[in-house]
């Protein structure tokens, strides 16, 4: 028996399909590679980066030199090796619409062993990471010409990760993405702020997962993918610049929290997170997406942009719970 639901306000659908997955496969790990001294990202192979552009360290922000690299650090930001903008770009001359690739790709290394993923983390460390997180995506949007800093995480090589070393990206680019500008418009039709009323309704409802003082993690109403979670700060704030120490910390919480109960109850599924927000626009409302991926996008999606998911959120939420 399958459902045709829409998004909470936007023109999007997605198909709930339960019956063939009545209980969570406990998903295993591909089999790790021994941690190999070769993992640039991890302690004590600095200099086979680039030189990192802010090093976190015992509380200072440093950076590496030619010839002097910052060690025993606790976070560290890199250029990425292979970047998809660059500040370099050249013009380009074509009949067509097209500028020049600048920007700025950069890998935040979340710790300095292999071996810990984010469940690993302390409070302490998942706090100093939003902060990294706001630093950079603040350093990024202060420069002429970045209209947009993509903030995502990558985690297993099925979510796209290239390195098993747990670490996040950031994109910034000169051009605003229209998937925010939609969603934009949307929100401007509409009476009040639609985010608002989804932290209103959802932290009644069946589908609340998480909740500390600032934070919601939801399971929402039209999930694209099974165990897919929102989390949203419960006062409006469009940007990650808008949140104290208090605030980051429990937005720290909360992402530790849900991919904690990924882990620990359905398994180490691979998975990507992506911030959603809008410096300019303060009617925006902040809010961070987290999608396990546990199945192949196929025609069907590429056809239609219609998901189907086999879990629904309310059945999800009770397992990520460890309740089956
Ligand atoms: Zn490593
Ligand atoms: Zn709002």
Request: with cysteine; charged share 25%; glycine share 4%.
């Amino acid at each position: 028996m399958s459902e045709i639901r829409k998004h909470y306000f936007l023109d999007e659908y997605c198909i709930i399909a339960p019956g063939r997955s009545k209980r969570p496969s406990v998903f295993k790990a591909e089999k790790k590679e021994e941690a190999s001294n070769k993992c640039v990202f991890c302690a004590g192979e600095e200099d086979k980066t680039p030189l990192a552009t802010a090093v976190y360290k015992n509380g200072s922000i440093l950076k590496d030199s030619e010839g002097s690299r910052v060690t025993r650090w606790d976070m560290r930001c890199i250029p990425n090796l292979y970047p998809a903008l660059a500040p370099d770009a050249s013009e380009v001359n074509s009949d067509l619409d097209v500028t020049p690739g600048y920007g700025f790709h950069e890998v935040i290394v979340e710790t300095p062993l292999h071996e810990n993923v984010t469940p690993d983390l302390s409070d302490e460390e998942m706090t100093l990471l939003m902060k990294v997180y706001q630093d950079r995506v603040m350093h990024y949007e202060s420069m002429d010409k970045i209209e947009y800093v993509s903030l995502f995480k990558n985690w297993g090589e099925k979510a796209g990760a290239s390195l098993e070393h747990t670490h996040s990206q950031l994109i910034a680019m000169p051009i605003k993405p229209p998937v925010l500008m939609e969603e934009m418009k949307a929100i401007d039709s509409y009476s009040g702020c639609p985010y608002c009323d989804i932290v209103e309704k959802e932290s009644k409802s069946e589908r609340l997962l998480y909740e500390n003082e600032h934070f919601l993690v939801i399971t929402p109403y039209c999930s694209k993918v099974p165990y897919e979670m929102w989390i949203l700060p419960k006062v409006h704030t469009n940007h990650i610049s808008g949140f104290d120490q208090d605030q980051l910390s429990s937005l720290g919480k909360a992402i530790h929290s849900a991919l904690s109960g990924l882990w620990n109850n359905i398994g180490e599924i691979p998975y990507n997170y992506m911030f959603y927000q809008l410096r300019d626009e303060t009617g925006y409302h902040f809010n961070l997406k987290i999608q396990p991926v546990t199945t192949k996008t196929a025609g069907f999606e590429k056809n239609t942009e219609v998901f189907i998911n086999t879990m629904p959120p309310e059945t999800a939420v009770n397992y990520l719970q460890g309740d089956f």
